[in-house]
């Protein structure tokens, strides 16, 4: 295991870099490869190693991230005798990923067979300074040196041969991090990425987009489960079916003390107090669905980030809740999203934003119906409507098959461990890594169609 003090699985990294070479790949007749090679574009350490190394630069206004560090960027194992659990940080997303495509089957040394090309640029990491200071003031700048690096400095002809059009990278923060108008006065929030003219033709893989995305996609947040083996997957599937599921309702998180002005999280605080009290709702009416239920709300407080490399914490009680809530907070989107479908506790949505319209590729957009529940947020806060009416009046019938297709669609939604080349050695699962590279070329091919370049 690593930390801050022992750099050594640094220099491990370094050397996996430099000493993989990518696979040589079938060519001709059954060519597994064809129209998914990708070759991963070489950046000078400032981009990606350097970042890593100086983890804990920006102490104290950023805390260190070097012990998320530790098993490329799955961070350690929550404890000794785990294969599959980490304390995983999800600002990690873009050093695990670029671990993942370095076992990817259709890599490509050589730039002019490739369909795509990876970035391996760490930018969330690089946007740190831009964010948290100390370069703040030249926020409008975050980017540009890469730019200059693939545009004039290295092969410029690899980024001119389609527009830079094959490109692709991926951010770990949501894409308003990175949606500073370039010209904004004062200077607001974020760095000005994704409104870069210079960038605007590379396709970006990022944890949240915006409202009206352009150049991003969004992709699953990390979760702290990464199997290695089908095996590990399929037992822990096998115990979320088994789980008995006591209590109706759980928020896990922070925000909306009671204090605040009205807002969806300080509902469900207000509605999750209340609800501790069984005979409020008991009483209600004559039915007893809920007296299966133990409890009917479990808040778990989250607030101080006391959740985020704890997994315990809030696994726990999810697996034995039937309804998740997932309340947009500071941005519509969340990583307990994920949590929840990890535990088979059946999402629930109070904006379109919050996954709808995100994660097209993960999640069916047209069946959000038969695996999540949605209550307008305004109803919530405004019109006096509690979730928990609406949550008890779905039968358990419907609940039963809504959990069954959150298990379903669970697989697609973590990052399995490095390590095996393909998913054929995983029985043809595809993780959320797998979809996301297939979607990233179907992205590409269209865009090179789309603008006359030859594929
Ligand atoms: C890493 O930190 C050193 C020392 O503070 C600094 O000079 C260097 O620019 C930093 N590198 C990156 C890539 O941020
Ligand atoms: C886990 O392993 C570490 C390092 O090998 C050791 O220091 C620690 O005591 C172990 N913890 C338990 C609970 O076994
Ligand atoms: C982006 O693509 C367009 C259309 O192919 C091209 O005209 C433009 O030069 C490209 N932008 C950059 C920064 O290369």
């Known amino acids: 295991m690593s930390s801050s003090s022992s750099p050594l699985w640094l220099w491990l990294w370094c050397f996996f870099i430099i000493a993989i070479s990518p696979s040589v790949e079938s060519r001709g007749d059954g060519d ?33 991230f070097c012990p998320h560090l530790a098993n490329h960027g799955l961070g350690p194992t929550t404890h000794n005798r785990t294969l599959s659990w980490h304390r995983t940080d999800p600002s990690m997303l873009e050093l695990l990923f670029h671990r993942r495509l370095l076992d990817y089957p259709c890599l490509t040394p050589d730039p002019l067979l490739a369909d795509a090309i990876f970035l391996p640029y760490y930018s969330s990491l690089d946007a740190l300074p831009f964010l948290f200071g100390p370069a703040t003031n030249s926020s409008p700048f975050h980017g540009l040196p890469l730019f200059d690096h693939l545009t004039r400095i290295h092969r410029p002809d690899l980024w001119l041969r389609r527009g830079g059009h094959d490109h692709f990278l991926v951010m770990a923060r949501p894409a308003w991090d990175f949606s500073q108008s370039p010209d904004a006065e004062p200077l607001v929030w974020g760095t000005s990425f994704l409104k870069l003219p210079q960038f605007y033709n590379v396709s970006a893989l990022i944890i949240e987009s915006r409202p009206t995305p352009y150049q991003e996609q969004a992709i699953p947040y990390p979760t702290s489960f990464h199997p290695s083996t089908p095996h590990l997957l399929h037992s822990w599937i096998r115990r979320v079916r088994r789980s008995r599921r006591t209590t109706l309702m759980l928020f896990a998180g922070g925000g909306g003390s009671i204090g605040s002005n009205p807002n969806i999280r300080r509902s469900i605080r207000l509605e999750c107090n209340n609800g501790i009290d069984r005979a409020n709702y008991d009483d209600d009416d004559d039915d007893d669905d809920n007296v299966y239920y133990e409890k009917v709300c479990e808040f778990v407080d989250c607030s101080g980030g006391v959740c985020e490399h704890d997994p315990i914490r809030y696994m726990r009680p999810m697996l034995e809740t039937n309804f998740c809530l997932q309340p947009p907070g500071d941005t519509p989107t969340r990583r307990s999203t994920f949590d929840s479908f990890l535990a088979g506790c059946i999402p629930v949505f109070f904006e379109d934003l ?16 038969e695996f999540s529940v949605t209550i307008a947020k305004e109803d919530v806060v405004w019109d006096g409507v509690r979730i928990v009416d609406v949550l008890r009046r779905i039968p358990e019938e419907e609940v039963r098959r809504m959990r069954e297709r959150v298990i379903e669609l669970m697989p697609r939604l973590i990052y399995r461990k490095h390590g095996v080349s393909s998913n054929v050695g995983w029985g043809g699962i595809k993780d959320a890594f797998d979809i996301a590279v297939e979607g990233v070329l179907e992205r590409i091919r269209n865009r090179l ?4 370049y030859s594929a």
């Not at 400032?46 to 630069?57: A, V």
């Not at 919050?354 to 119906?369: D, F, I, K, M, N």
């Open 32 to 64: 597994e490869c064809w129209g998914r090679r990708i070759h991963i574009r070489k950046l000078p350490p400032r981009f990606n190693l350097d970042l890593l190394r100086n983890c804990s630069q920006f102490r104290p206004i950023y805390p260190s």
């Open 354 to 369: 919050s996954a709808r319209r995100q994660y097209g590729w993960h999640l069916p957009e047209e069946e959000y119906g």
């Open 449 to 452: 169609l789309k603008f006359n």
